[in-house]
């Protein structure tokens, strides 16, 4: 699937041919896309979906304004993270947690939730996804700070009603 990013500040739009290149080629560090003309990062993907099974006359309409890759497990499985907004200038508001395998004997990769399910992710997955979520400024430092107290090795398991 191409991925066609919209900048902001200047009127040009970049492709990128793959979910790949998309993180490869069009991201930053912290996992924002790119203007591939302006360098700037005020850009989106529109993701508009078909009708769900369950409401047949709603559609999913975001904008995808980063992509955050965490660490492939040993399958080659590669979870990732689309993180979206509600308009193409508005904050990011959601995570969209997915994986992809490896290509296949035709090069092209398989996105999906997960083999047979959502994506699992370890512990060690969770905190690196919260340290790259806090380098986005998804995350305020504080947050993070808290966080890391609740999940900490030796920390008590919280009691749930």
Known sequence: MAYQIRCLKCP?????GN???????????TGRLRCGHCGETETYVAQITGRWEQEPDASW???????????????????????????????????????YTAPGPDGRLTPGLGP?????????????LLVKLGAYGFVRPRELE?????IRLDAPLLDTP
């Open 12 to 16: 040009a739009d970049t492709w990128a």
């Open 19 to 29: 979910l790949l290149d998309l993180i490869d080629g069009h991201t930053t560090l």
């Open 61 to 99: 309409d975001e904008y995808i304004k980063g992509v955050i890759r965490l660490t492939p497990d040993a399958l080659g499985i590669t979870p990732f993270v689309f993180l979206t907004a509600a308009a193409p200038d508005g904050e990011v508001s959601q995570l969209r947690v997915s994986y």
């Open 116 to 128: 047979g399910t959502a994506p699992a992710l370890t512990m060690d997955t969770l905190r690196q």
């Open 146 to 150: 808290v966080v890391a107290q609740l």
